[in-house]
């Protein structure tokens, strides 16, 4: 049905300019992950919808596994109009909003249920509007899940045991504040750059979460999982400023439908994963542990001291409001 309604569209358009329908607008999707991780899925969902609402004014063309380069990169992309569209962690988003980092802070959601009723209520609304100030425009927050540590060194089970753990983090000062409260000693460091210097031994370890973990396959470059869950992990569908200024009003109608149904995919994946995702790690050979309430409570613990520097960038009332939401 949608391929006759397309060919007869095209050939509407023929016989009306006399040309080859050829006036359609490329969007170039790029992302990190493969086609069958999590935002592989969003991206071919929100191609779809897109395609489905929109008949033939667009093509895609997806880079994924980073073939754009790292996050940062591709935003910056978006904001020269380079690029059109990508699906990001919430790892540099804080260098370009910085508010988008009170969403960074550990131990700061209860689960995936609260994590996305503040993300898609009004706390999370206002902090994706503000992409438009900075050559961006923010359609839809999706998510990665929680972030658990793996690594080459030992199995985790105290702060102790990360002590001085060569782990990388994402570029982003909220998490590195809170492994250096940790006693870990964490790099920054962009993803692309992430297997080769766990394979190279430049670090021990990473933190992701299971989506990534299981997707990357990242049992073949690391031996212990910890199930720390110290993070939530937003995610984020953005488009470029400029080329959603370009857009006319039914088309912004239909990527934000695409949009929608984009991290509603991802967020399906989650749940997934969520529920198989250690099972497959097991089979694949991981060792794995998870935090008992009690141990976690020590990680809590230990990464306090960084809490008084959160409070100093974020409102302590936004953070409260965040863990009471409802
Ligand atoms: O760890 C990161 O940088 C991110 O979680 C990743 C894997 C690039 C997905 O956005």
Redesign the pocket.
């Known amino acids: 049905m949608t391929f006759t309604f397309r060919g007869l569209a095209a050939a509407g358009a023929l016989i009306a300019t006399g040309l080859p329908a050829s006036a359609q607008t490329e969007v170039k999707i790029g992302?990190?992950?493969a086609p069958d991780s999590h935002?592989g899925v969003a991206a071919k969902t929100f191609e779809e919808v897109l395609l489905a609402e929109t008949g033939d004014q667009f093509t895609f063309t997806h880079f994924p596994s980073?073939g754009l380069g790292?996050?940062r990169e591709v935003i910056e992309g978006l904001q020269l109009g380079t690029i059109e569209v990508t699906?990001?962690?919430s790892?540099?988003l804080a260098n370009f909003v910085p508010d988008t980092g009170v969403f960074d802070i550990p131990f700061l959601f209860r689960d995936l249920d609260h994590a996305r009723a503040v993300l898609d209520g009004p706390i999370g609304q206002d902090i994706l509007a503000k992409f438009d100030n900075v050559g961006l425009h923010g359609l839809a927050w999706g998510e990665?899940g929680f972030?658990h540590i793996t690594n080459n060194r030992n199995p985790i089970h105290t702060p102790a045991d990360a002590e001085g753990l060569k782990i990388?983090?994402?570029?982003n000062p909220v998490h590195l504040a809170a492994f250096n409260a940790m006693g870990a000693a964490p790099t920054p460091m962009?993803?692309p750059e992430?297997i080769s210097s766990l394979q190279q031994g430049v670090i021990d370890g990473?933190?992701?979460?299971l989506s990534?973990i299981v997707s990357?396959k990242l049992n073949e470059v690391q031996e212990y999982l910890t199930l720390s869950g110290h993070v939530y992990?937003p995610?984020m569908l953005l488009v470029s400023k400029p080329f959603w200024e370009g857009l006319d009003d039914s088309q912004k109608a239909a990527f934000e439908t695409a949009a929608k149904a984009g991290v509603q995919a991802m967020r399906g994946y989650v749940d997934t994963v969520e529920t198989t995702g250690v099972e497959t790690l097991k089979e694949r050979g991981m060792k794995v542990n998870e935090l008992s309430v009690e141990e976690k409570a020590k990680f809590q613990e230990a990464i306090a001291s960084a809490y008084e520097g959160y409070y100093e960038t974020y409102d302590k009332g936004l953070v409260n409001a965040i863990v009471d939401f409802e």
């Not at 990388?168 to 570029?171: A, F, H, K, P």
């Open positions: 992302y990190a992950l935002y980073s790292g996050e699906i990001v962690s790892g540099t990665q972030r990388r983090t994402m570029e962009a993803w992430v990473q933190e992701n979460p990534v990357v992990s995610a």
